[in-house]
Structures are given as C-alpha cells and as structure tokens.
C-alpha cells in the first residue's frame, strides 16, 4: 500500500471556525483526492489534484478549497466550517497510468 | 441522482459459502469498475478492478464480473471467510476524466460473514 497519511486523525471544532487536514503521501504518486464519507451517500469527491499548484473540483466541492505545493502532501481547508461538514474525510492517491486509487486512514471531523 | 447504486445494504453469508456483491450504474459513460472493502475506523482498500472492455477478472477468491447491457457489475467471494466481513464499495471511473480517475461510489454493502 502507499504510505498516505492523514493529520489529524480525529478534531472537533466550532461552527465558523477555519480547519484544515493534511494528506501527505511517500510514494510521488501524481494524483491526490479528497473524499468525504456520510451515511446513505458512499464516498463523495471533494477536490482532486493532477499535479503540484493543478487541482479541480469534484461533485462536492462547495465551501472547501484545497492546496497543493509540493507533490507529498495536498491540504483541504474548510474556510468557515458549518455542521454540514461533520464527516469523515479520506485522502486518496494513484501513479499516473493507473486508476486504482489508495486511500489514508481518514480524519473524523466534527463540527459542533 | 446516485449513478451507482448498490441496492442491498447488507448481506449475511455463511463461512465457506459463496458472497455475491451486486452494483448497478446508470450512466453509461464510465470506463473502470473497481471494488472496495473498507473495515470500520480505517480507510478503503482495493480489491479488484475491471476494464469497460471485459466481462470478468479474477484474482483468488475474489471474482468481478461486468454486464453492460444490464449495466450491472457484481463480485464474487469464494469461499467467503469471517475476515472478509466488512463493508464493500463499488466504484466507477468517469470516461471523460483525462488522464485523472475521477471515481463515483455505491454506498457500500456490509457483509457479515458468519460461523
């Protein structure tokens, strides 16, 4: 498996407050994801990236925003967090020429 | 509008017996199919894939088979073992995508498989 990582692994933060989590990957896999996990929806697509400073929106992407600086990690920020964002997030990645992807061990957010 | 759809939300199979896994998709402009299993508290793992072009793959006891006329995919486990009990995830990558794979999920089915 890629070594993907995922900080932090737990939060619990206030409405309207800024949060953002990290994926950070050891494999220089060129392909990042961002998904969140709610009950009866599956895993949904936040934002992805296609390389360093190259990202684009998924189906879910409204009230995130995402940066990626150097090719191991890609951060998703949550500028304003509202209580329709506690939800469980998964990082996921893939080597260019492939589309099996391989995820982190996810972050529960919780917004209160 | 959930493109992929996985109708049984769980599925109880006994040990050694077979566990069939069923996803239906809606669109036909998905190219890959892939299966997930996902145990609580940790992320997704791959299991098996196949290509639009195909109809089965198999890789052990896990067997995936497509029908693109039913735009119907389902997967196979045999013999099903207690450590196989987990939730699993059908995906689908979208054929306009690129060089990206851009993946929309099922919303997964537990299973149980018992002693």
């Known amino acids: 498996d890629a070594g993907i990582t995922q900080s932090p692994r737990h939060k619990v933060t206030e409405t309207g407050t800024p949060v953002t989590l990290r994926c950070h990957q050891t494999e220089n896999h060129r392909y990042m994801y961002w998904y969140r996990q709610d009950p009866g929806h599956g895993l949904r697509l936040i934002h992805y990236?296609?390389?360093?400073?190259?990202?684009d929106k998924g189906e879910v992407s409204d009230g995130y925003s995402v940066s990626r600086s150097k090719t191991e990690d890609f951060l998703l920020t949550l500028e304003s967090a509202t209580s329709s964002q506690t939800s469980v997030y998964f990082c996921?990645?893939?080597?260019?020429?492939?589309?099996?992807?391989?995820f982190g061990p996810g972050t529960r957010l919780t917004v209160t | 509008d959930q493109q992929v759809k996985q109708n049984s939300p769980s599925l109880s199979v006994q040990e050694g017996r077979i566990s069939i896994l069923n996803c239906d998709y809606t669109n036909s402009m998905f190219d890959y199919f892939l299966w997930y299993k996902k145990y609580p508290a940790e992320g997704p793992t791959f299991l098996i894939s196949i290509s639009s072009i195909k109809d089965k793959n198999e890789d052990g006891r896990f067997t995936v088979f497509l029908n693109k006329s039913a735009k119907h995919l389902s997967l196979h486990i045999v013999p099903s073992q207690p450590g196989d009990s987990a939730v699993y995830f059908c995906a689908a990558r979208g054929i306009n995508t690129g060089t990206a794979s851009k993946l929309t999920f099922g919303t997964g089915t537990r299973l149980q498989v018992t002693l």
């Open positions: 990236s296609y390389g360093v400073k190259d990202t």
């Open positions: 996921a990645t893939h080597f260019a020429g492939a589309y099996e992807q391989y």
